[in-house]
């Protein structure tokens, strides 16, 4: 079980992405922060991108890179590190979907044949 503080880290690190996807500023992280933003940029190198625009980071990427490093982290380590990858993904196609696009349209058969 996280403790409340945990969790408002977690909310801070996620808030940190944020900010950073909105204004382009690096963001003031929390005290042990920059182990896990400099964790989570190493891995969002190896990012997917598809039609749909950035993908989220894996358990398979997770475990690769933990081999690679030689850093083990645990479920709570993972727990920050996927909540900043959910800001990240939620920014970005906040960024993406502006008024009026598609991801604001219903879906109909045009609409699906125009993406695909």
């Given at each position: 079980?996280?403790?409340?503080?945990?969790?408002?880290?977690?909310?801070?690190?996620a808030?940190?992405?944020?900010?950073?996807?909105?204004?382009g500023n690096a963001p003031r992280l929390p005290?042990?922060?920059?182990f896990f933003w400099e964790a989570?940029?190493?891995l969002s190198q190896s990012r997917q991108h598809g039609p749909g625009g950035l993908q989220?980071?894996?358990?398979?990427?997770?475990?690769?890179?933990?081999?690679?490093?030689?850093?083990?982290?645990?479920?709570?380590?993972?727990a920050v590190i996927r909540a900043m990858d959910a800001?990240?993904?939620r920014a970005a196609r906040a960024n993406q979907?502006?008024?009026?696009?598609?991801?604001d349209a219903p879906i109909s058969a045009g609409l699906f044949d125009a993406i695909m």
């Open positions: 079980m996280m403790t409340r503080a945990y969790t408002r880290f977690i909310d801070r690190m808030s940190a992405i944020e900010v950073t996807v909105k204004t005290d042990g922060g920059v989570f940029s190493a989220p980071i894996t358990w398979a990427d997770l475990s690769a890179w933990q081999a690679v490093s030689g850093v083990h982290l645990e479920a709570r380590h993972l800001a990240l993904l979907a502006g008024p009026g696009a598609i991801a």
